[in-house]
C-alpha cells in the first residue's frame, strides 16, 4: 500500500507539471484542463490498469479538447435520438481519442468528415490506449 501512494504521489506531480490550466473557451462551472495524452498514459504503461486508474483519476469529470481530422461518425445508444460516437485519424494522435457528442451533433460532425475539428468535452475514462470524451462539442479553430 506504501508502493501505491509513493507511486500516486509521482505521478501526480508529474501530470500537475505536464496538464496546463486553460483552453481559451468560456466554460462556466468547468474545470478546464490541457492535457498531453502521452504524459496522461504514462501511469497506465508503467503500472496495472487499476493502479493507474487511481493515479489520473484526478482528471476524470474534468473538461479538455484536441484537435483532429474526422474519421467516422457513428449513432450509439437504444435512445432516440441516438447519440453520436466520433473516431478519428489516429495516425498523429496517440492514445485515440474517443468523444461522444449528443444528437443534435448529427449533421454538422456528418458535413465535417475528414476535416480537422477542435473537440471539448468531459473526461470519463482513460486506459493506455484511449481516452473518452463525453458531452462533447464543436469548438471553432483559431
Do not use: Y
Amino acid at each position: 500500500m506504501q508502493e501505491l501512494l509513493e507511486a500516486q504521489g509521482k505521478h501526480a506531480e508529474m501530470l500537475r507539471s505536464k496538464i496546463v490550466s486553460g483552453i481559451s473557451v468560456s466554460a462556466p462551472g468547468r474545470q478546464v484542463c490541457t492535457l498531453n495524452f502521452e504524459a496522461v498514459v504514462a501511469p497506465f504503461k508503467q503500472h496495472s490498469t487499476i493502479v493507474a486508474r487511481q493515479l489520473v483519476q484526478g482528471l476524470f469529470g474534468q473538461w479538455s479538447g484536441f484537435d483532429a481530422s474526422i474519421e467516422d461518425v457513428q449513432e450509439v445508444g437504444l435512445q432516440r435520438p441516438k447519440n453520436l460516437w466520433v473516431t478519428f485519424d489516429v495516425s498523429i494522435l496517440e492514445p485515440n481519442p474517443m468523444a461522444f457528442f449528443g444528437p443534435e451533433w448529427r449533421d454538422r460532425l456528418i458535413a465535417l468528415r475528414g476535416q480537422t475539428v477542435r473537440v471539448f468535452g468531459k473526461i470519463s475514462d482513460m486506459s493506455e490506449m484511449s481516452i473518452t470524451l463525453t458531452d462533447c462539442e464543436l469548438l471553432s479553430r483559431q
